[in-house]
């Protein structure tokens, strides 16, 4: 496979670029598998890539039934940030968050990772004091994070309206600098090439029509082009198809699906270096590297599979977007789009063993799975190396909805993504 | 954007008036010192969440403020019909 460098891109540019290799193959699938993972999204890729490089765990496929980064890989807002305030889940995500920042260099691609920094505004006395009590939550465990008053929010964001002439003026906000973007669909591309480099057979355009299981042991899956394909070890790493590769295997998963929205703009010249995301007006906002808005709303609250979202709910976010930054009441938006997000009961993903023996589940990620994505692979891929579940990943078992462990993040994770 | 039928209101009123409550049916265990953790657990938190027709519970939190029932679909969003409390559906759901 060739390294891509500045030197190869000139070399390339002799040729008018029309000798690139192909950035993974197409392979037919083997027989049997060490591991298979089941789903070709972010996540999915991630841990095929850790299991291959990091693991050892060489001879695995990854299953997708569409193409590789199909769904709400490429749909997110593109946000990265590890401030979520309970300590399972902060160093779950600050785990990620640490492997984002030499991300491009252990991939050998650009995921164009932009620590521009993370505001969380507050515009309520329960606000602030929510925003102070995860800011030294986040501190104790070792996650960068300041509060600031609307003077310092001011000198950050220069366009945004900190005065108090406003309906829910803006009264502080925590301030996470590590935080940032990342390009959405080089993160899939880059895991997958770096997978595929490492020798894991990527299986596109074929769907898991079923699970074999025999004994209560998982023992491979069934696919609609290539018949069974045996396996050690199955990983399900499916968002909103997860309920219905549960009810393959037996048991059932306390999801529920709905439509998240998000929209762009047009591409404007560059006016906003950071993200700015509100809980309480209910939106965020970010500018690309080609200059548009990237605007996000919230889920719709009932359960919905249609790839859109409803019109009250973008008008909310727009309503809100616009009495934060009066300056872009005009600027005209491009494109509207929905994903279906499998949310949880306590605003948590589901990283768990199952009642099936060898059958792993990752799911649950509801709003907010881009960001964890190099840090979901890493520690599904250590659980699937070893077969039982990494540190990290223990407290996300699925059977905490039966015991009670339950870790209550919608503070951190409600709205804001 | 749903209209949406409030059978106490007796009009079709935007679905912005409404609120999606989720799940409808959902029995209470009639002695929840009785269930098994794994009993209460799915009593709790364990819901359907079907590619189809889908029994859910709405409230009109901005008109009557009373609860009733809907049949709707969660692919084509088609509402089916909407039902009072203690009435049956007459559409049947796959699970």
């Known amino acids: ?417 | 954007m749903f209209h949406i039928y409030c059978p106490h209101c007796g009009e079709y009123r935007e679905e912005e008036e409404f609120h999606a409550k989720g799940q409808a049916h959902i029995a209470r265990p009639l002695d929840p010192e009785a269930c098994s953790d794994k009993e209460w657990g799915e009593y709790l938190f364990f819901r359907k969440n079907p590619r189809g027709l889908h029994h859910e519970l709405w409230v009109h939190a901005a008109g009557c403020r009373k609860f009733f029932n809907v049949t709707r679909d969660t692919q084509t969003y088609e509402i089916k019909e909407v039902y009072k409390i203690g009435e049956q559906p007459s559409f049947v759901t796959e699970e």
């Not at chain 1, 037996?250 to 006016?271: C, D, M, N, R, W």
Request: charged content about 20%; aromatic content about 8%.
């Open chain 1, 1 to 417: 496979m060739q390294k891509y460098s500045g030197f190869g891109l000139f070399k390339h540019s002799l040729n008018h670029h029309e000798d690139w290799q192909r950035a993974w193959r197409n392979p037919t699938p083997k027989k049997k598998y060490d591991v298979i993972i089941v789903g070709g999204g972010g996540h999915g890729l991630a841990t095929a890539y850790y299991l291959a490089k990091q693991f050892g765990v060489t001879n695995v496929a990854v299953i997708e039934k569409g193409y590789l980064g199909g769904g709400n890989t490429a749909r997110n807002t593109t946000i990265v940030r590890s401030n979520y305030l309970w300590d399972e889940a902060a160093h779950l995500y600050e785990h990620a968050m640490k492997l984002w920042e030499g991300l491009s260099q252990d991939l050998n691609y650009n995921v164009m990772f932009s620590q521009r920094g993370v505001l969380n505004l507050g515009h309520t006395l329960q606000d602030m004091r929510d925003i102070e009590r995860r800011v030294n939550a986040n501190r104790l465990n070792g996650v960068d994070g300041e509060v600031l008053d609307p003077k310092q929010i001011k000198e950050i964001v220069p366009h945004m309206d900190c005065s108090e002439n406003t309906r829910y003026p803006i009264m502080g906000a925590s301030w996470q600098p590590r935080g940032g973007v990342a390009r959405h669909d080089a993160v899939a591309w880059g895991f997958a090439r770096g997978a595929d480099m490492h020798g894991v057979d990527l299986i596109q355009q074929t769907e898991v029509t079923d699970l074999i299981i025999e004994d209560g042991t998982i023992t491979g899956v069934k696919t609609n082009r290539y018949g069974e394909i045996k396996a050690d070890r199955v990983g399900c790493v499916v968002a909103g198809n997860s309920g219905v590769l549960a009810k393959m295997a037996g048991f059932e998963l306390p999801l529920e699906s709905h439509p998240l929205q998000a929209l762009v703009s047009e591409p404007i010249k560059p006016i906003l270096d950071t993200v700015v995301m509100s809980n309480h007006v209910h939106g965020y906002v970010s500018q690309s590297d080609k200059g548009d808005l990237v605007i996000g709303a919230g889920i719709d609250g009932y359960n919905g599979y249609g790839q859109r979202g409803s019109f009250p709910t973008i008008e909310h976010t727009v309503q809100a977007i616009v009495e934060l930054f009066p300056i872009f009441s005009r600027v005209r938006m491009n494109r509207q789009w929905g994903g279906i997000v499998d949310t949880c009961p306590d605003a948590c993903p589901i990283i768990s063993e199952t009642p099936v023996k060898n059958l792993f589940f990752n799911c649950g990620w509801g709003t907010g799975g881009f960001k964890a994505t190099p840090g979901s692979g890493n520690v599904f891929a250590a659980s699937l190396a070893k077969g039982e579940m990494h540190e990290l990943a223990k407290p996300f078992s699925m059977f905490r909805f039966h015991n009670g462990a339950l870790i209550d993040e919608h503070g951190a994770a409600g709205v804001a993504h």
